[in-house]
């Protein structure tokens, strides 16, 4: 469940939150497959409450109402077409899967797909669910229960909704059910959502119960999905990533917390030599990693002093840091622009989404971020993708906030978040030759739109990286040469 299954030379995952399947179809064919990127995680595909009264939130999403494939991101025709046309353009879907709860609380109880249910009686006919697949007696998760009690953080309720009880034969098989038709449909993998609060023996039983990869879609024979399952554990409480990471990958959300201080931060760039477990961080092929998710980037979940792309130098740092470095399966965000931190995705007045509009500079309009289209940050997939398998070598750093390295004769990449210009000659692992920066610029025909730089017989290179640079990175790859 540890295996990503990315087609061959590929990485990289985007959450291209609250898309819809057309157009996720569409950016397969024509930009993420094109740049090399190896998969897409998805809004949650299940009916979820609507929630006018709070002019249709982000967040309704994480109220299912049943397990059709209806939302506003499309149908489950849509669903199968998108999830054809991404594998094959060689870019895996992986599902967000809210499986801990179902929707219960408001007055409202229409659903996407025109279901309804009776909250007070435990009743949701689309699924079905009744009363003896919840949780009882009803509790509610209070902020204390974090510490103390792992029992009440499972069996209680996560923010008021109904809490669903995994040890039942019927939920397991409504859950697996649900989950095995994705990966009929094609799909490599799952989000599992709100991880921390099911117990780990009846999630090992749900994983155990999946179908293979479809090989229909490419997939080798014998293939399990990839699971990464939500877990916030910055320490300290009852329940911890370990009792997770022997069942399959777990989310990393130290990852982005220590990569935030030290390139938004005050954090020392320096420090960065030994990035991996020796900073606290889950061992490599079990973590999942990531600068900022959905959450919080708008101080939702784990919350609190995440780089996002408000503040695009230090966070375009942070994530070229990500994926040039070996440690860890990568993370994109992609957004929507908001003011609120309830603010659903651009929509219309009838609530239908808006679609991504795409300017002539390749990035979005409509009121979508797009930051995988961001030049500097899609253009480190290839990095990453032409790097792959190869060492972490020659670490140089100023002793503060100038840093460089490379990966095993294939690419280099160099850091300066100083306030005086960096000016030296470094010794790279790569072969003489001159090589466009995918940071500044890209190659056009035998020429750079940005800085050119040459390493010389001996390996070395100047590197110059002002101060005051648009970017506080430049990188180098064998794949761009001029
Ligand atoms: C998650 N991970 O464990 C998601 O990443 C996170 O986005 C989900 O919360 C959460 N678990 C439940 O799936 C989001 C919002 C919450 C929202 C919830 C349900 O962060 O704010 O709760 O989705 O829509 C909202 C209200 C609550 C209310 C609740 C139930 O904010 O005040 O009690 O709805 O009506
Ligand atoms: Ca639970």
């Not at 950016?27 to 929630?51: A, D, F």
């Not at 939702?300 to 399966?329: D, V």
């Not at 989404?353 to 500097?376: A, K, L, M």
Request: overall charge neutral.
């Amino acid at each position: 469940y540890k295996n990503p299954h990315y087609a061959p030379g590929r990485s990289t995952m985007v959450h291209l939150f609250e898309w819809k399947w057309n157009d996720i179809a569409a950016e397969c064919e024509n930009w993420l497959g094109p740049h090399g990127y190896g998969g897409i995680q998805v809004s949650p595909p299940n009916e979820n409450l609507v929630i006018w009264s709070k002019r249709r939130p982000w967040w309704e999403r994480y109220q299912p109402m049943s397990y059709q494939l209806t939302t506003r991101s499309g149908n489950e025709q849509q669903f199968a077409s998108m999830v054809r046309r991404c594998n094959n353009a060689g870019v895996r879907i992986y599902v967000d899967t809210v499986i801990n709860h179902m929707t219960g609380t408001w007055s409202e109880n229409v659903g996407t797909g025109g279901n309804s249910a009776d909250f007070n009686n435990f009743h949701y006919p689309a699924v079905p669910y009744g009363r003896n697949d919840f949780n009882w007696p009803e509790c509610k998760i209070q902020e204390s229960d974090y510490r103390c009690c792992a029992n009440r953080v499972r069996n209680c309720q996560l923010s008021n909704l109904k809490d669903l009880n995994q040890g039942t034969e019927h939920v397991r098989q409504m859950i697996v059910g649900f989950m095995n038709r994705f990966i009929h449909m094609g799909v490599a993998g799952f989000r599992i959502d709100a991880a921390k609060h099911m117990w780990p023996r009846d999630l090992r039983v749900i994983y155990n119960r999946l179908y293979n990869l479809n090989t229909a879609h490419g997939f080798p024979a014998g293939a399990r999905p990839y699971i990464f399952q939500e877990v916030i554990d910055l320490g300290g409480e009852a329940v911890s990533r370990d009792e997770y990471t022997p069942l399959a990958a777990v989310t990393d959300f130290k990852f982005g917390m220590e990569l935030s201080r030290a390139f938004g931060g005050g954090n020392q760039l320096r420090y960065l030599h030994n990035w991996g477990p020796q900073w606290g961080l889950l061992a490599h092929s079990d973590s999942l990693v990531f600068i900022d998710n959905h959450d919080n980037q708008r101080s939702h979940g784990a919350g609190g002093n995440i780089l996002t792309h408000r503040e695009p130098r230090p966070y375009k740092g942070a994530i070229a840091f990500m994926l040039a470095h070996p440690y860890g399966e990568p993370q994109l965000m992609s957004s929507f622009f908001f003011h609120n931190t309830e603010a659903g995705p651009p929509m219309d007045n009838s609530g239908n989404i808006i679609s991504p509009s795409f300017n002539t500079d390749n990035s979005c309009g409509n009121g979508w971020v797009c930051e995988h289209r961001w030049r500097q940050i899609a253009q480190m997939i290839q990095f990453r993708n032409v790097a792959a398998g190869t060492t972490f070598n020659n670490w140089w750093d100023n002793g503060s906030n100038q840093i460089a390295f490379c990966r095993g004769g294939q690419g280099f990449v160099a850091f300066n978040k100083d306030s005086w210009d960096l000016n030296a000659t470094l010794q790279t692992c790569l072969p003489a030759g001159r090589y466009c920066d995918v940071i500044s610029g890209f190659k056009r025909g035998n020429c750079c739109t940005g800085k050119t730089i040459t390493i010389g017989n001996d390996g070395r290179a100047h590197i110059s990286l002002g101060a005051n640079d648009y970017d506080m990175v430049i990188a180098i790859h064998r794949g761009e040469q001029s």
